[in-house]
Each structure stands twice: as structure tokens, then as C-alpha cells.
């Protein structure tokens, strides 16, 4: 069964630092999506991920995928408070898609 | 707007009741998926469909849970005899057929059973 694991749940980051988060999966897959989802609202689509060595950044966020490794990573930096958000991985095909537990982001001035 | 609209956006229910979903996908996309999401989890698949046909259902759908998609447009999802837990947000999504393709979520709908 595919599972899908992300560290850390919790983040408090001050602006301007750097961070990561990660993903792990546990099944070979050739696709990961990072979602974003503010409070109450529903997510966001952030990056899509199909190959072994995709790198895709969208300002001052960074995803990789580590097919081998069943790992991807999401890279922040310089963290600004409008940043603050849970952010999602999620692994799979369209009839089995797996989202992680999600990273609590919380950027402080 | 051209996004992904779900109907209601709030329902509270009494245990027992029957309650049905909307979700109006974006137009041109052809597939159209359920996920449930409780607090401080990820979405959960439940169902779904390409055009109008169902093609996967999770365990997690029990009979008192059906979904429709008629003439493959909008789609609902019906909960039959609400218990408790079954309060969750429920997300739809859509995306168009092929490999890769985002899924762009509603709104969702946030469903209180009491």
C-alpha cells in the first residue's frame, strides 16, 4: 500500500531564514504534486513533478523529485510571512492518489 | 469564474439524514474526483470518474455514500443516514485526461453531522 510521509508536521520559521520540507513515499512512482492550502480554503496546485530529477521553482519555492529515493523535497527561501500555509504532498496515479499528512507552515516576523 | 464550484459550501445535518453534494468541474475537463479531508489530515480519495462513467471507488466509500456524474458535467455525491463520522470537508477536483495532469480543487463543501 502506498503511504506517503512528510517531516517535519510542524514549522515555525522566521522571515528570511531558509527551510525544507520532505516527502517520502513508499511505492515507485513517477509523479508527486505539492499542493498549498491556507486555513479553510481548499489547495492549491504548486508544482507537478513527473520525472527522476525534476526541479521546478515558482518564486521563492523549490520542489525536487528523487524517484530512486522515493523522496521529493520542497525548498524555501527566504521565507516571507504570506509563505504561512499547510503544504501537501501527494503521490500517485489518478486512481490512487496519496497525500501526505501536510507541513504546518508558520513564517513570523 | 471558470474554477472548480462546489454546492453548499456549509451543511449541518442531523445524524441519520440524507444529504447530497454538488460539484461543477471546470468545463473542459473530463475527469472529476471526491476527496474527504478531516482536520489536521491530507485529502482522502474517494471516487472517481471519467467522463460519466465511475471508474475507481476506495473502501473508504461505504454503501452509504454514492456519487453520480450524469452526461459526465457537474456530479454529486449523496451520504445516506449520516452518522458523526462523517464530518469532514468533501473536495472535488477535475483534470483532464492524460498523464501528469493537475487536479484543481474546489472549495469544497464542509459537512457538520450532529
Known amino acids: 500500500e502506498l503511504k506517503v510521509e512528510q517531516n517535519p508536521l510542524f514549522l515555525s520559521m522566521q522571515e528570511g531564514k531558509n527551510y525544507t520540507i520532505y516527502c517520502n513515499y513508499s511505492t515507485t512512482s513517477d509523479r508527486l504534486y505539492w499542493y498549498r492550502q491556507d486555513p479553510g480554503k481548499s489547495l492549491e496546485s504548486l508544482f507537478v513533478l513527473l520525472s527522476n530529477g525534476a526541479v521546478k521553482q515558482e518564486g521563492r519555492l523549490m520542489a525536487s523529485l528523487d524517484t530512486k529515493a522515493r523522496l521529493s523535497t520542497l525548498h524555501i527561501t527566504a521565507a516571507v510571512h504570506d509563505l504561512s500555509a499547510t503544504y501537501f504532498c501527494a503521490v500517485g496515479d489518478d486512481t490512487d492518489m496519496r497525500f501526505g499528512a501536510g507541513t504546518r507552515l508558520t513564517v513570523k516576523p | 469564474d471558470t474554477g472548480v464550484s462546489q454546492n453548499p459550501r456549509h451543511k449541518i445535518t442531523k445524524r441519520g439524514q440524507n444529504v447530497t453534494f454538488r460539484c461543477d468541474p471546470i468545463?473542459?475537463?473530463?475527469?472529476l474526483y471526491w476527496y474527504r479531508q478531516t482536520l489536521g489530515q491530507g485529502p482522502e480519495f474517494l471516487t472517481y470518474f471519467q467522463n460519466e462513467a465511475q471508474l475507481e471507488k476506495s473502501r473508504l466509500l461505504s454503501d452509504r455514500f454514492s456519487a453520480e456524474r450524469p452526461k459526465g458535467s457537474f456530479s454529486t455525491l449523496e451520504i445516506q443516514r449520516t452518522e458523526q463520522g462523517d464530518s469532514a470537508m468533501y473536495l472535488c477536483?477535475?483534470?483532464?485526461?492524460?498523464?501528469?495532469?493537475?487536479?484543481?480543487f474546489g472549495p469544497g463543501t464542509r459537512l457538520t453531522v450532529t
Open positions: 477536483a477535475s483534470s483532464l485526461l492524460g498523464q501528469g495532469s493537475e487536479q484543481y
Open positions: 468545463s473542459e475537463h473530463n475527469r
